[in-house]
Structures are given as C-alpha cells and as structure tokens.
C-alpha cells in the first residue's frame, strides 16, 4: 500500500488518523491511480475530516469538526440547533445517510469524558431556543424546549427582585465593586473587554520577558540602595545569575548573545542610576515585605524605600500601578526592556478622543496620581529603554540619551500654555528659519490677540490646524505687523506646526481632566459588567481588537450563535 510504503521511507508510523479514515471509505485497498486520488482530493476538501491531537488543558472544540475531545472532563455549552449538521447540498450525497452519520458523530461526542455538564439556555431574548435536532432520534422523543426534559436551573441574581430564588442559589456571589484601575488592565480592556475579561478568569503562562523585566527592575532597585556593593568585579556574577534565572526560557546555543544583551543592559541602568537616583540620604525606608530580591542573596545589602517600586492605590482617582523610581516628588522613572517609543508615540498611544490600536495609558494614568500629590508642580516622567542600544554599546558609539524618553506634564491648559509669552520668545528664537524671521519682527501683543479673538481649534493635525480660522487670522495678523511676504505665510505655518508638535508631545491639566473623566466610565461600565447586567464585548472603543496584543485570542468567539 502507497501510505504503508511512505510511513516506511520515513522510518515511523504517524498517519493512524489517515488509515482509519481510508478504511472508513473502503478505498485503502484499491490500487493508486490518478482518478482515484482525484476522487481522495476531492473528498477531503468537500468534508470535514475529524482528527483528534493529544494536548493538555483546555480544548475548544467546534461540534461540528470533532467526534472526540481527549479531556476528562467535559462542557458542551448551546445544544441548540446550531449542533445540527445540515447535509451536503449535492445531487451525488444520500442525505439520509450522511444525516445518519451526523446523528453517530453526535452520539458519540456527547458521551466524550469522564464527566459530563451540558450548559443550555431555555431562552434568549425572550424567544425560546430550539434544541438539536439530533436529541428527537436519540431520546425517542421530541421536545421543543430545554425546559421540557429534567434540568437544574441556574441564573443570576436579580436586584431588588421579589421572585424566589432556585434551587441553585448556592452557586450564586456578590461581585466585588471595582475601585480602581491599573495601567496594563485598562490598556487590555480600551483593547478588547472580552480579553481583559478572561485575563481575570484564566491564569496566563509566564513569558520569558516578563520574568526577564522584573530581573533588571529587581538590579534597578537594589543598586539605588547599594550602589556601593555593585562593582566590576561582581558584574560577570551578576550577569550569571540573571542567565541562571532565565535559564528555563532560552536555548543553551543563545547564553552568549544573552549575556551580551544583559551585559549591555546592566550597563545602561548603572549609567543612568548614577546621574539620576535619589541621594541614599534622601532614601525614606519602608519595610520590603517577603518580596524576593536575588540580588540581595548573590551580594547583601538591603532593599525597600518610597522611592523605588512604589505601590499607590487612589481610589478618589480610581487608579493604582507601581512606579518603579521616584527620582523627586515631580520626576517618575520607569524601566523598559521593550523598544523605545518617541514622547509622540507616548502621548498619541494615551489618545482619548480616537483611541489608538496599540492603547497605552502607563504615563497618563502615572501622572495623574502624581499630579494629586503635587498641583501646581510640573512634572516629568522618564521611560528608561535599557536595551535599546545593545548594537552601539558593543560597537562602542552609545550615547546615554538615546535610550531615554521624558513626557513633561504642564499644570495649566494647553491653550493658555501655547499663549504664554515663553512660548512667542520660544518661536522667535528656536523657531525653524521663516519661523524666526517673522516673529522676531512681531510682537508678542501681536501673537496674544488671535487667541483673544477666535477659539484655538481642538484638533492635532497641523494641516487643520493651518486651515482653521484661527490659522487664517495668526498669518494675518502677522501680515499685518511684517508685511504680506511669502516667508511670513511660510513662518506662520512652521510655528503652527510647532503647536501642534507640543501638543501631541506633553501632556496639559486639561488631558489630566478628561482622562479622569475616562477612568470614571470605563469602572462604571467594568463594575456594570461584572455584574451580569451586560457581556463583555470584544470591542467597543476600537473598530477591532489588535490582535497581537490580545493574550486569550481562542477565546474571543466572534461568530454568534
């Protein structure tokens, strides 16, 4: 036989699935000929073919392309009408027994595991669901609702319902009422609710990079507090045990370019903590918990202050997160192992009004508890990207700065911000060169009255911004003070574009404002949804879910039975 003939040149036996399903077809006898392949081709496209794979977990299995599911315990949720397989519409397929071998497919995969729990709906929308049409020829019996066969059953509580409760009561529980929001879960949830939804149910194996992260914040911390202990004698025991710790993660052909790469990383955070970590005598002590830090083992020393990994809970803000260093009370520091992101990125990630596919709210979120604890201060906040430059560092052309990107906020609003009269000198003297030209040849009454005149328009596009009436109004005025030459229309245009580049690179009270405002509604609406008044849906805030930001994507069913 053919398939025998190929298992033999490959010097192992892995097609069982394929010669059950050959005899099944009575055709793993009949010599191979070019019709008879056809016939085979044409068969296995025209049909599901069920095959079964050996996996642990959890599997998701369609009940129309499987008979059997490997688990001991198994959950068959609908048993509507969806379960019926409608028979091929072609003049050539006997209905009946393709209807017969459905019913066999059906029998069999309802019988599947040790143990069994068939989860259906009576109703939905008021309107009754219609049950398999298979359960007729296997109960001998017909019944056109759930209801009409034995059942137990299950429903959540009502508020401020008079109606007495079920036999099931036991299975019911008052959802805790959510007070606050992190960074990472409000970024999954502006994503996709459903997968922020199953974050909270379903436990996710570790990744390499978060263990590898959490390694270099834990140095981060211990060198703000012992600075002393880290010397270049040690750096290569440091670096060892860091590749013993992430050992379970990588081949043993990839150490070398790891070390490299820590090599590289160390080096960044050393450089970067020794200019910019809070003096040790400035360092408040706090107790550190039982929180594991191997750096203390591999070197002693201690860990522990407000300053570094600091936890806050505001629940008047409803946020929470963990800064990783509080350079001063208007500076935050957080290390990144990801790449780096421009301060544009940053801020057009936290958009609000259009929200962004790659939603990331850390910086604004961050900042608006610091800004709680100090009003009128500005602030800045530091993202620390400490393997952005492995490659320069091992050519040796590494500058400090390159791995770094600040966001500041400003404690007024971006409008009056834009009108004060350091912004006029800042277009006046660092403009680009038409920019310059005309605003050293104006005055600052001149630039100061547009704004008095007509509304800055709210928009972030410069094109629209240069359009607007306020846009027509500043190059006339500017006119009116320098002169209608060509280089003023250009000048006024260059500094429109630089408004625009400070708005979409800071942050202002006003956006401060609003994303509280965001925060509010996104737990009502959680809070709404952990209830059971409402499902979690997939999207809402974006057109789709980025996908490859989604952690539990076999779970987010689109199609709706």
């Known amino acids: 036989m053919a398939l025998s003939k190929y298992e033999s040149i490959l010097g192992s036996a ?174 999954t949830y ?23 992260g959490n390694l270099f914040h834990d140095f981060a911390e211990f060198y703000v507090h012992n600075p002393h202990l880290v010397s270049d004698d040690v750096l290569d025991e440091v670096v060892d045990s860091i590749l013993d710790e992430m050992e379970p993660f ?38 550190s918990g039982d929180k594991r830090n191997i750096f203390v083992e591999l070197l002693g020393g201690s860990v522990g202050s407000n300053e570094t990994e600091r936890w806050f809970e505001n629940e008047s803000l409803g946020v929470k997160g963990k800064i990783d260093l509080v350079q001063s009370p208007s500076h935050l520091v957080d290390y990144k192992s990801g790449s780096k992101k421009s301060a544009k990125e940053v801020v057009t990630n936290s958009a609000l009004e259009t929200p962004s596919d790659t939603p990331d709210y850390q910086a604004l979120l961050y900042l608006l508890h610091q800004q709680a604890q100090n009003p009128d201060a500005e602030l800045e906040f530091t993202f620390v990207h400490f393997f952005e430059n492995v490659d320069d560092i091992v050519r040796g052309e590494a500058n400090a700065d390159d791995i770094l990107t600040t966001v500041t906020y400003q404690p007024t609003s971006y409008v009056e911000y834009i009108k004060q009269e350091d912004v006029f000198a800042r277009l006046r003297d660092d403009g680009a060169g038409d920019c310059q030209k005309t605003f050293s040849k104006a005055s600052y009454d001149d630039y100061a009255g547009v704004f008095d005149e007509v509304s800055f328009p709210v928009t972030r596009d410069s094109d629209e911004l240069i359009d607007s009436t306020f846009g027509e109004l500043l190059t006339s005025r500017m006119q009116d003070a320098v002169g209608e030459y060509k280089y003023v229309s250009n000048g006024c245009k260059q500094a429109m574009r630089e408004l625009v580049r400070i708005r979409n690179r800071n942050y202002f009270e006003d956006d401060l404002e609003a994303f509280g405002e965001f925060v509010d509604q996104r737990l009502t609406e959680l809070n709404r949804r952990h209830r059971g008044e409402e ?14 930001r989604v952690d539990h994507r076999d779970l987010l069913l689109e199609a709706e039975r």
């Not at 609710?193 to 990744?207: A, C, L």
């Open 14 to 187: 892995q097609f069982d699935a394929f010669h059950e399903e050959l005899t099944a077809l009575g055709i793993a006898s009949e010599t191979v000929t070019e019709d008879a392949v056809n016939n085979l081709e044409f068969y296995l496209q025209s049909y599901e073919v069920p095959t079964d794979h050996e996996n642990e977990g959890v599997l998701l299995a369609d009940a129309k392309s499987a008979t059997h599911v490997d688990r001991p315990l198994v959950f068959y949720l609908g048993l509507d009408d969806g379960w019926t397989r409608t028979p091929p519409q072609r003049p050539w397929a006997d209905r009946q027994t393709e209807f017969d071998r459905h019913l066999s497919q059906f029998q069999l995969l309802i019988q599947n595991g040790a143990a069994q729990h068939y989860l259906v709906r009576d109703t939905v929308g008021g309107s009754p669901v219609t049950p398999c049409l298979y359960f007729e020829e296997l109960l001998d019996d017909s019944f056109s609702r759930f209801s009409e066969v034995s059942n137990e059953r299950y429903r959540p509580s009502r508020p401020n319902s008079d109606e007495g409760m079920t036999t099931s009561d036991h299975v019911l529980t008052t959802p805790t009422e959510l007070t606050t929001v992190s960074q990472s879960s409000l970024s």
């Open 190 to 212: 502006v994503n996709s609710p459903r997968d922020y939804f199953f974050d909270r149910i379903v436990e996710s194996p570790n990744k390499d990079y978060f263990r590898e």
């Open 250 to 287: 990588m081949r043993d052909i990839d150490r070398p370019v790891k070390r490299t790469r820590y090599e590289a990383g160390l080096s960044n955070l050393i450089e970067f903590l020794g200019a910019n970590a809070p003096k040790p005598s400035l360092l408040t002590k706090s107790p």
């Open 535 to 548: 499902r979690f849906p997939i999207t809402e805030l974006l057109d789709e879910p980025n996908y490859r």
